[in-house]
């Protein structure tokens, strides 16, 4: 079964992002990303799915992943005790802590356990309630208190007993168009205010526009030049909803060099002309850039919705 391929956006000025998911039933959702991660799984039951590996999950069910291997959860119809199912999801680059750890000496286990992830980690209930007990801090309100509980339970976990997972990681010959794909939203988000192209993207990847844009549909859902569009329309918004500059201005700014463009492009996402955007939302509380601990990548609810189609 192919994985579906989520990509994890970080804030600016954000070395990890939690995602606190709540809901009555988590489903089976077979995917990866080119990062780690760190779930702690409670009120729940079910089966968990990591790359070669196919287990039963119980309460405090805590996993370490790497990069790339593909997992899944599935919850039974019914939770543990009444309470709604939840999960704390921690998304991290390994290479930032590999750094720490070369000029920290306190930190120096870590990339032992980054190593000993190569195909997830499964700890044991006790070690998952022992986290369970940092979970103000992971969903703190601000981005260092966050990075230091984050720093904390690794180190926590570098100490512990885990079982291995997966057989092994993703194979060597595994479909590399993910880390391609990943370069090339990582490319639009810093640069969609400047003039680019599928054919300029496509030499960033070193593919064909064509291929390009298939790839991009496959892993992402959507064009590469409808998800552009979407950017710019979103960084449009925030514009409209937190500054007076005239539209023409933000229109630039979001990297629409037509005006009339620009117009086309916002009624279509958003129903309405960026004026009456700004007028409905002109007493909004500014968007912030950090993504709510309530929210996931976006992705991989297309690519889901996508192959349910």
Same mark, same amino acid.
């Given at each position: 079964?192919?994985?579906?391929?989520e990509?994890?956006?970080?804030?600016?000025?954000c070395?990890?992002?939690?995602y606190?998911?709540?809901?009555?039933?988590?489903?089976?959702?077979?995917?990866?990303?080119?990062?780690?991660?760190?779930?702690?799984?409670?009120?729940?039951?079910?089966?968990?799915?990591?790359g070669?590996?196919v287990?039963a999950?119980?309460?405090?069910?805590?996993v370490?992943?790497?990069?790339?291997?593909p997992?899944?959860?599935?919850?039974?119809?019914?939770?543990?005790?009444?309470?709604?199912?939840?999960?704390?999801?921690?998304?991290?680059?390994?290479?930032?802590?590999?750094?720490?750890?070369?000029?920290?000496?306190?930190?120096?286990?870590?990339?032992?356990l980054?190593q000993?992830?190569?195909?997830?980690?499964?700890?044991?209930?006790?070690?998952?309630?022992?986290?369970?007990?940092?979970?103000?801090?992971?969903?703190?309100?601000?981005?260092?208190?966050?990075?230091?509980?984050?720093?904390?339970?690794?180190?926590?976990?570098?100490?512990?007993?885990?079982?291995?997972?997966? =057989?092994?990681?993703?194979? +060597? &010959?595994?479909?590399?168009? /993910? $880390?391609?794909?990943?370069?090339? *939203?990582?490319?639009?988000?810093?640069?969609?205010?400047?003039?680019?192209?599928?054919?300029?993207?496509a030499?960033?990847a070193?593919?064909?526009?064509?291929?390009?844009?298939?790839?991009?549909?496959?892993?992402?859902?959507?064009?590469?030049?409808?998800y552009l569009?979407r950017?710019?329309?979103?960084?449009?918004?925030?514009?409209?909803?937190?500054?007076?500059?005239?539209?023409?201005?933000?229109?630039?700014?979001?990297?629409?060099?037509?005006?009339?463009?620009?117009?086309?492009?916002?009624r279509?996402?958003?129903?309405?002309?960026? =004026?009456?955007?700004?007028? +409905? &939302?002109?007493?909004a509380? /500014? $968007?912030?850039?950090?993504?709510? *601990?309530?929210?996931?990548?976006?992705?991989l609810?297309?690519?889901?919705?996508?192959?349910?189609?």
């Amino acid at each position: 079964m192919r994985a579906l391929f989520e990509h994890v956006q970080f804030a600016p000025g954000c070395s990890v992002r939690v995602y606190h998911r709540r809901q009555s039933f988590i489903p089976f959702e077979w995917h990866s990303h080119p990062v780690y991660e760190l779930t702690l799984t409670m009120n729940s039951r079910g089966m968990r799915h990591v790359g070669t590996s196919v287990a039963a999950y119980g309460e405090e069910d805590l996993v370490l992943l790497p990069p790339d291997l593909p997992h899944s959860w599935v919850s039974d119809k019914t939770d543990c005790d009444g309470t709604m199912p939840s999960a704390v999801v921690v998304w991290f680059d390994g290479d930032w802590l590999r750094r720490i750890a070369a000029c920290c000496p306190e930190y120096t286990r870590l990339p032992r356990l980054l190593q000993r992830a190569e195909g997830g980690l499964a700890f044991g209930r006790e070690t998952g309630h022992r986290i369970r007990e940092h979970l103000g801090g992971l969903l703190a309100g601000t981005a260092h208190e966050r990075l230091a509980t984050v720093l904390t339970v690794l180190c926590l976990l570098s100490e512990a007993d885990a079982q291995p997972l997966s =057989a092994s990681a993703a194979p +060597a &010959h595994a479909d590399r168009q /993910p $880390a391609r794909i990943a370069r090339i *939203l990582a490319l639009i988000g810093s640069r969609f205010g400047e003039p680019l192209s599928v054919p300029m993207l496509a030499h960033a990847a070193c593919l064909s526009p064509r291929s390009l844009n298939r790839e991009f549909h496959r892993h992402v859902g959507e064009s590469v030049g409808r998800y552009l569009a979407r950017v710019r329309i979103a960084h449009a918004c925030r514009l409209l909803a937190q500054t007076c500059l005239p539209i023409g201005v933000i229109a630039l700014q979001a990297g629409f060099r037509s005006q009339t463009h620009f117009n086309r492009q916002f009624r279509q996402q958003q129903t309405m002309t960026p =004026a009456a955007y700004r007028h +409905a &939302h002109s007493g909004a509380e /500014p $968007a912030g850039e950090t993504p709510p *601990l309530c929210s996931r990548p976006i992705s991989l609810e297309r690519a889901a919705a996508r192959e349910a189609d």
